[in-house]
C-alpha cells in the first residue's frame, strides 16, 4: 500500500516529504528548504529529468534517525504540486 509522509532534518533546515511504494522505495519525494520552505527537489522515481532532483537512493527499511510525520494523500499531493509549479517557474 503506497503512504505518504514527512520527516525534519534540523541539520540541513529541510523538510522531506515521500511517496513511498508497497516495494518500500521512494516513488516521489519534495524537500522544502529554510524557513521559508523553499522548493529544492520534486523528483520522481519514474521520471529521469534531473532538473527536479533525485529520490533516495535507498529503501526506507534502510534508513537510519528519521521520524515519520503520516500524511494524507491530498497533503502530499499539494506540498508536490506547489513544489513543482515553483521549481518549473524558476526555470531549473
Not at 521559508?36 to 529520490?55: H, K, L, M, Q
Not at 534502510?62 to 510525520?69: I, M, R, S
Request: hydrophobic share 40%.
Amino acid at each position: 500500500m503506497t503512504r505518504w509522509f514527512r520527516s525534519y532534518w534540523d541539520d540541513e533546515d529541510t523538510w522531506f516529504y515521500f511517496e513511498v511504494g508497497d516495494d518500500g522505495w521512494v516513488s516521489r519525494q519534495v524537500e522544502l528548504e529554510g524557513p521559508g520552505r523553499r522548493p529544492i527537489v520534486a523528483a520522481s522515481a519514474d521520471e529521469d529529468d534531473v532538473r527536479y532532483g533525485f529520490t533516495a537512493g535507498l529503501p526506507v527499511a534502510d534508513w537510519e534517525g528519521h521520524l515519520e510525520v503520516p500524511m494524507t494523500f491530498q497533503e502530499f499531493e499539494e506540498v508536490w504540486s506547489a513544489a513543482r509549479r515553483r521549481l518549473m517557474d524558476l526555470g531549473v
